[in-house]
């Protein structure tokens, strides 16, 4: 595409934007340390279950150097219920790096921002233009979809060669010489998140409509090119509530492993088919009547059913865990599928957790018996 047509479709981006952006927290500031917290979050978060989280984190730790000092616990407490977790452990490492190795100076230089743990491409992208106001691409989700469908790019836009195009078409159009890069990125992303839907997208309000290949041809539902489909993964875990008067067993999970830091009832993965899993619970013994909470919820590929039983304890060898009242439990931070468990033995014991949380994707609790 000639660079008089970028310029005009940068032109009406941004034009766009500066009509119909919306108020959110992280667009009042320039602060990097906001912008990045903020896209962090937004990862695989939508933007209207981030807004609570964001505004929470923003007061407990308001500044990069709060961040790099603040606790684990406290931080995944912060965290709860947004799930992928190694990006908060990563982003803490970051920030370590940037109040240890650089004196608390934010990095501003493209690569420099790259270098931090955890920050890949997309996000060295997002706070190099937005904090910084330089011409650096992005390419998430609801871009590759605008771009692909705006410049007519075929195939996966996830396969090497058509990431690469995207990539390109969204550098080519963030250099455009007079425009904001903060404000052209942002359009870019709000583009995809309010007008160019994936399903049913709304051309006839969005004002790249004329310049658009996809419309212009009436092929609008073949871009982007689905991308290829994992397998679906189904697993099946049972856990066990066990009590010692007003308090319940529960254990954290191992630093290193996935969620790690978080705690959760003891629990262990059976078969999906499996008949009888009373069978296969030493050194618990799970009570007759079938599990009081059913827990689905999705991570990946993976979609996972959790079954929580009442159970008691036939022997403590090698039992690792803690035994706390509920209220204790609620301070804790939960992995989202076991704090719905808590909540339903909450509801069991008539005992509050007292612990607002809200999980970004809440996993479904299904069959709930609480009597
Ligand atoms: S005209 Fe439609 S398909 Fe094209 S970029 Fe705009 S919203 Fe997306």
């Not at 969204?170 to 995809?192: D, F, K, T, Y």
Request: hydrophobic letters at 40%; charged letters at 25%.
């Amino acid at each position: 595409m000639s660079h008089r047509n970028m310029r005009r479709i940068a032109t009406k981006l941004t034009a766009w934007f500066a009509r119909n952006a919306r108020d959110l927290p992280w667009r009042r500031t320039r602060d990097p340390y906001a912008v990045w917290i903020s896209e962090i979050m937004l990862q695989q978060t939508q933007v209207k279950t981030v807004i609570p989280y964001f505004e929470r984190w923003m007061r407990a730790l308001p500044t990069v150097e709060a961040f790099a000092r603040a606790p684990l616990a406290g931080i995944l407490k912060l965290w709860e219920g947004l799930g992928y977790y190694r990006r908060v452990r990563n982003a803490q490492a970051a920030a370590r790096h940037i109040v240890n190795g650089r004196a608390g100076r934010f990095p501003e230089a493209f690569e420099d921002l790259l270098a931090l743990p955890g920050v890949g491409r997309y996000t060295a992208g997002a706070i190099a233009s937005i904090a910084f106001n330089q011409p650096a691409p992005i390419l998430d989700g609801n871009v590759m979809r605008v771009l692909s469908r705006l410049f007519g790019v075929a195939g996966n836009p996830r396969g090497k060669a058509v990431n690469t195009k995207l990539w390109a078409l969204a550098r080519e159009l963030v250099s455009v010489r007079g425009i904001e890069p903060s404000q052209l990125n942002q359009a870019l992303m709000e583009l995809g998140a309010l007008v160019c839907l994936p399903r049913q997208p709304k051309c006839a309000a969005c004002p790249v409509r004329r310049d658009c290949f996809a419309r212009r041809e009436k092929r609008v539902g073949e871009f982007p090119a689905p991308a290829p489909r994992t397998p679906v993964r189904r697993r099946r875990f049972i856990a066990f509530v066990v009590r010692r008067g007003v308090r319940c067993l529960v254990r954290r999970r191992p630093h290193g492993e996935v969620n790690g830091g978080l705690w959760e009832f003891p629990n262990i993965e059976i078969p999906v088919n499996t008949k009888n899993p009373a069978a296969k619970t030493a050194p618990y013994s799970i009570a007759p009547g079938g599990p009081f909470c059913r827990v689905r919820h999705t991570i990946t590929n993976n979609r996972i059913l959790l079954e929580a039983f009442r159970a008691t304890l036939i022997h403590q060898r090698g039992l690792r865990g803690a035994w706390k009242t509920i209220e204790e439990a609620g301070r804790l931070p939960f992995t989202s599928a076991h704090r719905k468990v808590l909540e339903a033995v909450s509801v069991m014991l008539k005992s509050p957790i007292n612990s607002p949380a809200t999980p970004a994707k809440s996993p479904r609790c299904s069959g709930c018996r609480t009597d």
